[in-house]
């Protein structure tokens, strides 16, 4: 009998790496994977049986089993694990082969790779991958960016295991160099300041209103059949409703509050730093993850200063929906914040990204799915050279619709006490992006003052500069 050739291999059979394999087989496509670990590899063989899969603990072997020209992917931890593997690999494999990376890496270190690989004759294309353990089994959202030959070689594989919108697979060519990778690190922003919003929600309803688990829940499940719908309301109603097994504890009490974090936000907000892009609703969401890993201190703190804010003077039922409208506002802030980043890096970078496009990839199978990004979807769609989303029509009706119960949620929260870091922001992003006049003129008098680094006057060409003192007529 022949020997049996595999469609695609996988380099890592962690959670991600083994459920992508899996869905690729019920699709019909013999698919190889290979780890160190023996129990990952008989797991892995576990699971599939009955489908068209084999599993390796040597390298080689795996490599040599697949059908021409060969396709890997490398999900494994970003950073030097990344190029440690692709060492291992390169001597394995000839010209015309395909190696994608399905890991978060950064995206500068995609561009090296990227440019090292195509020296040898190696495709190579950077894979941004969403949805975690159910959407790799079920259809993940995928962002794939670099080599569109390489890409197009396997586009049958992969639109036949993403999500699907309305039949739609959610994948697409992402476009040149790196941008898959960036455009999965944003997303993944935009996920950090997502979190961040529904957790300051949950501070609301605590502290604010002394709301208990079980209330909690009631609201997000209704939240969640509304225009919030979205995976990270759906999440959170669950965890709202999960107590420990033989228990009547809320796991969710027991769970420190200290969040931890992989880097993505983290890059997000020192590209945008770089580009001079303003997200701040995600750079406060990363800082604040960063805050709660003092807790040491927040304990001093709270002995010092008190930690016990006061319920919020306002009617329950105007809270409650003052504060759907307040989370629906921020939301649309956070997303209109990464896709500015994105439209800006595109020109930047050259990556020509087609925004309506990564809109309608996110609606499904992704972290940051949600109904909003149907609206989303048809800004970018109808105008694809759409300078801001709050420029859209559409958009400006949502943001009106809502801004009067975001400034009534920050002003009553506040008030009382009680932190809304992410939800100020996004209030204060949008007063100040609708500012015709901001006070930053008074900012360059002073640098100009100080430092000499000079101004532009308002309807006069060219740029000057003062000596500010002495001042005439003071003393």
């Not at 670990?37 to 603990?57: H, I, Y």
């Not at 105007?318 to 980043?341: C, I, K, P, R």
Request: with cysteine.
């Amino acid at each position: 009998m022949a020997e049996t050739k595999y469609n695609f291999g996988m380099i890592g059979l962690g959670t991600m790496g083994r459920n992508l394999l899996l869905n690729m087989a019920d699709h019909g496509f013999p698919v190889a994977g290979y780890d160190i670990n023996p129990d990952q590899v008989a797991g892995f063989e576990k699971e599939g049986e009955g489908k068209p899969v084999k599993g390796f603990t040597d390298l080689a072997a795996m490599t040599q089993s697949l059908t021409k020209p060969r396709a890997i992917m490398m999900l494994v931890p970003a950073g030097k694990p990344v190029d440690n593997v692709i060492d291992k690999l390169v001597p394995l494999l000839e010209p015309g082969d395909i190696i994608i990376d399905g890991g978060n890496s950064h995206f500068t270190d995609t561009d090296i790779r990227d440019k090292t690989l195509d020296s040898k004759g190696l495709h190579f294309f950077g894979m941004g991958i969403s949805g975690g353990e159910e959407g790799a089994r079920k259809g993940p959202s995928m962002m794939p960016g670099g080599d569109k030959a390489a890409y197009l070689t396997l586009k049958p594989i992969f639109d036949a295991i993403a999500a699907k919108v309305d039949g739609v697979p959610c994948v697409t060519y992402i476009g040149p160099g790196a941008s898959g990778h960036f455009v999965k690190m944003v997303h993944n922003g935009i996920e950090y300041g997502l979190m961040q919003l529904i957790s300051e929600t949950y501070e609301v309803l605590r502290k604010g209103l002394k709301l208990d688990n079980e209330e909690i829940y009631e609201l997000f499940k209704t939240w969640n059949e509304g225009r919030l719908q979205s995976f990270l309301i759906e999440v959170t109603r669950d965890i709202f409703g999960f107590k420990e097994p033989d228990s009547d504890q809320y796991l969710i009490d027991l769970i420190k509050d200290q969040a931890k974090s992989k880097g993505t936000g983290k890059w997000t907000s020192q590209v945008a730093m770089d580009l001079e892009v303003p997200i701040p609703t995600i750079d406060m969401a990363v800082s604040m993850r960063n805050l709660s890993k003092y807790k040491v201190l927040r304990v001093k703190a709270a002995t010092v200063y008190g930690d016990e804010p006061s319920l919020l003077e306002i009617d329950k039922d105007t809270l409650l929906e003052s504060l759907e409208q307040a989370l629906y506002f921020s939301t649309v802030m956070t997303y209109a914040q990464g896709l500015d980043l994105l439209y800006r890096s595109s020109i930047s970078y050259g990556y020509t990204l087609n925004l309506a496009e990564i809109a309608k990839i996110w609606r499904g199978g992704c972290i940051i799915r949600a109904t909003l990004l149907n609206e989303i979807f048809n800004a970018y769609e109808k105008a694809p050279s759409l300078e801001h989303l709050l420029l859209d029509e559409s958009v400006q009706t949502l943001v009106n619709e809502t801004v009067p119960g975001m400034r009534s949620v920050v002003a009553s929260a506040l008030t009382a006490g009680i932190a809304l870091p992410a939800f100020a922001a996004s209030l204060t992003y949008f007063d100040a992006f609708r500012s015709e006049n901001m006070p930053s003129n008074l900012i360059q008098a002073q640098r100009d003052y100080f430092g000499a680094h000079t101004y532009e006057l308002i309807g006069k060409e060219g740029v000057f500069h003062t000596h500010w003192t002495p001042l005439p007529g003071k003393p």
